[in-house]
T-cell receptor, first 114, second 116 residues
Framework: GQNIDQPTEMTATEGAIVQINCTYQ??????LFWYQQHAGEAPTFLSY????GLEEKGRFSSFLSRSKGYSYLLLKELQMKDSASYLC???????????????FGRGTQLTVWP | GAVVSQHPSWVICKSGTSVKIECRSL??????MFWYRQFPKQSLMLMAT?????????EQGVEKDKFLINHASLTLSTLTVTSAHPEDSSFYIC????????????FGEGSRLTVL
């Protein structure tokens, strides 16, 4: 099975930097995603890591360590609109699946204060 | 980017009725789509993998006779919640992937089902 753990809530102020951690245990690991989800809306893609290291994309960066079963999402220059739930998800190649079977963590609710 | 569309966005039905939710890939062909369910303040739970031209693959604990999935074409998958009950009220989201891409999944807008 899959076991994905991330903090439930985090708060930060505008302009700050925040790091959201995610640890996972899964068989057949085939990549890790980060998604942003605003209340009542579908998730939107932020990043995908399959190799160890840091992927940078504008204000958002994502890091993966496969040996440690660990990832983090780094948000810089926080804005009020970044207040949302951030979901860590892993893909599993079990059962001969394709890449799209995702198993999500419970999400980290980030609140950005002015 | 690729677009996945769901319909309806909102649906309210009486207990015991069946509800069909459609998921379409608008500008690409998706041989595989995925259905998720999300309860309030919970994360997304993968329900099943929808395979074009073959039976869906259900995750453990998901009743295949309760949640009927049909993948009739390369751009359409449907989820039918049969004999709906209030505990089936949830946010249902579909997704599809561009397998030739970097692994990005595209999600539909979601369908909120309320069973009275």
């Amino acid at each position: 099975g899959q076991n994905i753990d991330q903090p439930t809530e985090m708060t930060a102020t505008e302009g700050a930097i925040v790091q959201i951690n995610c640890t996972y245990q899964t068989s057949g690991f085939n990549g890790l995603f980060w998604y942003q989800q605003h209340a009542g809306e579908a998730p939107t893609f932020l990043s995908y890591n399959v190799l160890d290291g840091l992927e940078e994309k504008g204000r958002f960066s994502s890091f993966l360590s496969r040996s440690k079963g660990y990832s983090y999402l780094l948000l810089k220059e926080l804005q009020m609109k970044d207040s949302a739930s951030y979901l860590c998800a892993v893909t599993s190649a079990d059962r001969g699946s394709t890449l799209g079977r995702l198993y999500f963590g419970r999400g980290t609710q980030l609140t950005v204060w002015p | 980017g690729a677009v996945v569309s769901q319909h309806p966005s909102w649906v309210i039905c009486k207990s015991g009725t069946s509800v069909k939710i459609e998921c379409r890939s608008l500008d690409f062909q998706a041989t595989t789509m995925f259905w998720y369910r999300q309860f309030p303040k919970q994360s997304l739970m993968l329900m099943a993998t929808s395979n074009e031209g073959s039976k869906a693959t259900y995750e453990q604990g998901v009743e295949k006779d309760k949640f009927l999935i049909n993948h009739a074409s390369l751009t359409l998958s449907t989820l039918t919640v049969t004999s709906a009950h209030p505990e089936d009220s949830s946010f249902y989201i579909c997704s599809a992937s561009l397998l030739e891409g970097p692994g990005e999944l595209f999600f539909g807008e979601g369908s909120r089902l309320t069973v009275l």
